[in-house]
């Protein structure tokens, strides 16, 4: 990640393309080897990383604060409004989430904002359900009966009182969702629906790789193998943090 | 049990209607003027006025969204764009396959999951049990797109054991599968061993090895028997990823499926055909979860009686 950040900086070269070099296998001058068009693949490896990590940031911090906002609110107005909102909650839960992101970016056209926009609106559902179901089990406790005879008004109780106890499971989700969105990115760009070329993704990257597959297999293997370093190390941060902050999985 | 019944029906047949609201609304987040897009900037006109008649698009919304019902109950999902043939006979030809590696990889996720997550809640803390959850994370964190490839690499490029893609012949089925499979046995995996845990610390589990049963009797005819029931719902709520997995799955092996079909309709504009996919994918979702809910409630007499 800190290479990601850092590639700003650094004088890569992801779009330069060198025609002698197609398809070299990794050497000592590129440790990664070359692409179909002869492009350096550790090049586009680091700047596709930054576009993976900000559409992830990106997404979960939408949907993160977008579901969160209505799960609070759905739980603590209750009456007809919970009603209506779980409904719709209900309805999004009731689509595969990957499908509906793949025919809202495919509707949309490609691009990084479509994606962005085509994920949030799959993702702000599960952290609408979560936010939902802990209001409900935390506005029972004692505290938030004190705040509300000392006058507190409902915005006031779900911000200091509520928000507070309710971040922990909220975090351990938003890491796991993050792994998630670097895949599900990775796969809208995979099936040509995300970040366009020439632009880096380690989505398209993997899709181009397995068309030289039996020439050149690193071309594959890289991107992949990327993909899949990342993921593990966010699933098992947010293992960790899951067991650190003693959260039980619902 | 009736009451139960009911119930869960309706509020089945709310989301149902639900859905399909949002996916006709799907048509309408098309950017611009939807039958310029699905004709190209250079088409007649006339074309694209008797596209827009033909599609409904000219009159008012709400009018748009009750014959869109209206249709849907009919059992009418219009005209594709591009063959021009009834969506719904498309539908039909593509459902098979989809169908085929969706159980396939259920199969192959249950048969590595099983072994895997009760050998690791019998051996706990041990490095069979380490080795397991290892296995597992590592599944969970391979996608799909990148797992084919390799599979596709080692197997048919290098070792040319099976065919690299289409659907011809049971062999054809192997790697599809195997890529479907994996990523879902990962998470049950962890599931059954979670559950199995759970079980084996209830007072029956030692009430049974006071009474002289073996371990293997135990683990079989007590502990398994109840730990298998929120396996099943976890299986039931996973078949919706299955489907959505099946997609780019589809995409990897080329098979002939839905999921196929859904990215040629996109890169076609053919609309009416993805919706209509996702229409398909999303009602039977539901109808598995619906299903689930009421094996579950038939089998814990504890749910039906609670409501």
Redesign the interface.
């Known amino acids: 990640m800190l290479l990601a950040a850092a590639g700003a900086w650094l004088p890569f070269e992801p779009y330069r393309i060198d025609l002698a070099r197609i398809l070299d296998p990794p050497d000592a001058t590129a440790w990664l080897g070359h692409d179909d068009l002869g492009r350096p693949i550790w090049d586009r490896l680091v700047v596709g990383a930054r576009y993976s990590l900000w559409v992830a940031v990106l997404v979960v911090g939408i949907s993160l604060a977008a579901g969160t906002f209505i799960g609070a609110v759905s739980a603590y107005a209750g009456g007809w409004l919970d009603h209506l909102l779980v409904r719709v909650i209900d309805i999004f839960l009731a689509f595969p989430g990957i499908l509906l992101a793949i025919a809202l970016a495919g509707l949309m056209g490609p691009g990084l904002d479509n994606v962005v926009i085509a994920l949030s609106l799959v993702g702000w559902v599960g952290f609408a359900r979560l936010a939902r179901a802990q209001v409900l089990t935390l506005k029972q406790r004692d505290h938030v009966a004190a705040a509300v005879s000392l006058g507190a008004g409902p915005g006031r109780i779900v911000w200091r009182h509520l928000l507070p106890l309710m971040a922990a499971p909220l975090i351990v989700e938003a890491t796991f969702a993050v792994a998630g969105i670097v895949i599900a990115e990775a796969g809208l760009s995979f099936l040509g629906l995300g970040i366009q070329p020439p632009e880096p993704s380690w989505g398209s990257m993997i899709r181009e790789g397995s068309r030289y597959m039996l020439v050149t297999p690193h071309m594959v293997l890289a991107p992949g193998i990327a993909l899949l370093l990342v993921v593990l190390a966010v699933n098992m941060l947010g293992d960790r943090l899951r067991d650190r902050l003693d959260v039980r999985q619902s | 049990m009736m009451r139960f019944l009911v119930s869960r029906l309706a ?1 089945a047949l ?3 209607l ?2 399909s609201v ?1 996916v006709f609304f ?2 309408h ?3 611009g003027d939807p039958v310029e897009v699905m004709l190209g900037e250079g088409s007649q006109p006339a074309d694209r006025e008797a596209l827009r008649r033909a599609l409904g698009l000219d009159l008012p919304v709400h009018v748009q969204l009750g014959h869109y019902l209206q249709g849907l109950l009919q059992g009418d999902l219009g005209v594709s764009l591009h063959s021009r043939r009834p969506i719904g006979e498309i539908l039909l030809e593509r459902i098979p396959a989809t169908l085929e590696l969706a159980l396939a990889g259920l199969v192959v996720a249950v048969l590595i999951a099983l072994p895997l997550g009760i050998i690791a809640a019998l051996r706990k803390d041990t490095p069979w049990d380490g080795g397991a959850m290892a296995f597992a ?2 599944g ?7 797992m084919g ?2 599979l ?2 080692v197997f048919s ?1 290098w070792l040319g054991w099976l065919p690299v893609s289409g659907r011809e012949g049971p062999a054809s089925l192997v790697l599809p599968a195997l890529t479907l499979g994996t990523a879902m046995a990962a998470i049950l995996s962890r599931m059954i061993r979670a559950t199995l845990l759970e079980v084996l610390n209830e007072d029956y589990i030692r009430t049974a090895r006071a009474k002289g049963l073996s371990w293997g009797q135990v683990v079989r005819r007590h502990a398994l028997r109840n730990a298998m029931l929120p396996v099943i719902t976890l299986l039931g709520l996973q078949l ?2 299955l ?3 099946a ?2 799955t589809e ?2 092996f080329s098979w002939p499926g839905i999921g196929q079909l ?2 040629e309709s ?2 076609r504009r053919d ?1 009416p055909v ?2 209509a ?2 229409l398909l ?2 009602l039977a ?2 109808l598995v ?1 619906t299903l689930t809910d009421l094996c579950y409630a038939w089998l814990d007499p504890r749910i039906r009686l609670g409501q």
């Open positions: 509020s709310v989301v149902i639900g859905v949002l799907l048509i987040l098309v950017p994370m590592l969970v964190s391979i996608p799909n797109f990148w490839p390799l596709i690499l490029l919706g990823a489907l959505a997995g997609v780019i995409i990897v859904v990215i996109i890169q609309y993805v919706q996919c996702v994918i999303s979702y539901v979860n």
